[in-house]
């Protein structure tokens, strides 16, 4: 018999239990850290043993120095296609097991993430013997943490497996709780507090002033809705068809959320990957548009220290807060999208500091909750923004950002997508000079079909093809002011 959840957490016997199965076997709020502690040194040890080759040592250092993102990639280890499609069922559970049980680290250490997709399998996988109300508390607990509530849990658990007798009427008192997994009560889901402490008072005059003008954010800030998924969706595939990977993943994140009952608009850190003028940094930028959500950029490449990103430290002449307070200040939402290009490109050192480095702070899950701001001296919650980066080379962007990332390659344009592209060109080069598209000077069709045949060959790259289109647009107009008027 469980102990109730007023009882206070309590060890398990480990030697009446699989440790494996403790993820679907036992309410989360019992499962103390010495089984924690257990479990996950079961784990690192099996994947030494399978590895031996040392090719995940690094990741197994990292989940070893308990990073949650890395329990998170570590998980993806043991859920294969191969293990899903070959395996005996046997197998195949002791390989979920393993997965849900490494997402279960990650959610001893605060991760949401992961908290939503434990919550997912445990309501889809279908253990031998388990009680229903055990796995609804779980769940309920596991809803508390990823900031849906109660109800959402509850409606996952009952669509699955129908309502339980006694469980709809105690399930808040199920949800309570004192153990290690316990949670702060859910947020407003329409708004968050940016700034988690009032900046102290300064001297300097120009300090003050900054502080006053950030002074908003320490009240509840506002988070914009995502739009309908389906009309994003089919918006991007007619803009970009040849990006499949990339939309897939905008469409999984978008629908899972609204499935979940989150309504702002959140996408996990996506960094795009790809030959250099094939659209990467135009298809986040569509995206933001797309989805009306407010955006900015900063270009990384180049960049000689992290203070573009980082702001300046209080104590400077210069001092200002950091990139993402700026964006949140100045665009009057939570939740904007920042787009950070040529990460693979950016410089800095020891001394002056990497704007990578920086940057893996603010994507860290727990991290970005309450990261410091070194001018105002306050922590802020940057949870809610959107970070899509773009690189030209996987292999120099640091091996923790790409953990912190989903990684995906952004391939070249068909030659069959030239139309498509042609039509963004124009989009684009009339939106810049505010006009409507048919006020262009019109290219003439053998024009059309240089450009096409150029695209076709590989001469031409999508950022080719708009400077060319550009060029040529200028120079219709000069032969059409010329020509006489008849």
Same mark, same amino acid.
């Given at each position: 018999?469980? !102990?109730?959840?007023e009882? %206070? /957490?309590t060890? *398990?016997?480990?030697? +009446?239990?699989? $440790? &494996? @199965?403790v993820? =679907?076997l036992? !309410?989360?709020?019992?499962i %103390? /850290?010495e089984? *924690?502690?257990r479990? +996950?040194?079961? $784990? &690192? @040890?099996?994947? =030494?043993?399978?590895h031996p080759d040392?090719?995940f040592?690094?990741? *197994?250092?990292?989940? +070893?120095?308990?990073?949650s @993102? ?5 998980c993806?280890l043991?859920?294969?296609?191969t293990?899903?499609?070959?395996g005996q069922?046997?197998e ?9 049980s490494c997402?279960?680290?990650a ?8 908290a ?10 279908e253990?031998?013997?388990?009680d ?8 309920l607990e596991?809803s ?5 509530g ?24 199920q949800?309570?709780?004192?153990g ?15 700034l ?10 120009d ?6 003008l950030f002074?908003p954010l320490?009240?509840?800030f ?27 993943e905008?469409?999984?994140?978008l629908?899972?959320?609204?499935r ?19 659209g ?19 270009i990384?490449?180049g ?7 980082s702001?300046?430290a209080?104590g400077w002449?210069?001092?200002?807060p950091?990139?993402?307070l ?5 665009t ?6 920042l787009?950070?290009?040529?990460i ?21 899950p727990?991290?970005?909750q ?5 001018c ?6 940057l ?10 080379r ?8 790409r953990?912190?990332?989903r990684?995906?390659r952004f ?5 069959s ?6 039509t963004?060109?124009l989009?684009?080069?009339?939106e ?15 024009v059309?079909?240089q ?9 031409l ?7 060319v289109?550009h060029?040529?647009?200028?120079l219709?107009?000069m032969?059409?002011?010329t020509e006489?008027?008849?």
């Open positions: 018999m469980m !102990p109730s959840p009882d %206070g /957490p060890e *398990l016997d480990l030697d +009446q239990i699989d $440790l &494996l @199965a993820w =679907r036992v !309410p989360i709020s019992r %103390g /850290p089984t *924690l502690q479990l +996950q040194g079961a $784990l &690192l @040890a099996f994947t =030494r043993a399978k040392g090719e040592d690094e990741l *197994l250092l990292r989940a +070893q120095a308990r990073d @993102a890395a329990w998170i990639s570590l993806e043991y859920l294969s296609p293990a899903r499609l070959f069922e046997l195949i559970m002791d390989s979920i097991d393993r997965h849900c997402l279960l680290i959610v001893s250490l605060g991760s949401r993430p992961a939503v997709l434990l919550a997912l399998r445990l309501a889809g996988t253990p031998h013997g388990v229903h109300g055990v796995r609804l508390q779980a769940l596991l508390r943490m990823t900031r849906f109660g109800d959402a849990a509850y409606s996952i658990h009952t669509a699955l497996f129908g309502a339980e007798t006694g469980t709809a009427g105690n399930k808040e008192k949800a309570e709780g004192s290690l997994f316990d949670a702060p009560e859910p947020d407003d889901t329409t708004a968050v507090r940016v988690l402490q009032k900046p102290a008072k300064a001297t300097d005059k300090l003050r002033a900054v502080i006053e002074k320490e009240a509840p506002p988070l914009k809705p995502a739009p309908p998924a389906v009309e994003l969706i089919d918006a991007l595939r007619r803009e970009f068809p040849w990006s499949v990977v990339a939309i897939d905008v469409a999984i994140e629908t899972l959320a609204r979940l009952g989150r309504p702002a608009f959140w996408l996990p850190p996506l960094l795009l990957v790809g030959e250099p003028g094939v990467k940094s135009t298809f986040a930028r569509r995206l933001a548009v797309l989805a009306e959500m407010p955006y900015e950029t900063l990384a490449g960049s000689s220290d992290s203070r573009s990103l702001g300046t209080r002449g210069t001092a200002s950091c990139f993402p700026e964006v949140i200040r100045r009057g939402v939570a939740n904007p999208i787009i950070v290009e040529e693979d490109r950016s410089g800095g050192g020891s001394r002056n500091g990497r704007m990578t480095d920086k940057l893996i702070t603010m994507l860290d727990k991290i970005s309450s990261f410091l701001d070194e105002l001296q306050v922590q802020t919650n949870s809610a923004i959107t970070w899509i980066m773009t690189a030209n996987l292999d120099l962007v640091p091996a923790a950002l953990s912190r990332c990684i995906i391939d070249r344009p068909r030659p997508d030239f139309d498509v592209l042609l963004g060109v989009r684009d080069f009339a810049g000079y505010r006009v409507e598209v048919g006020d262009l000077p019109e290219l003439r069709s053998d059309l079909e450009l096409r045949a150029g695209f076709a060959s590989g001469r790259q999508a950022r080719q093809l708009a400077q289109v060029r040529t647009l200028g219709q107009g032969v059409d002011s006489p008027v008849h």
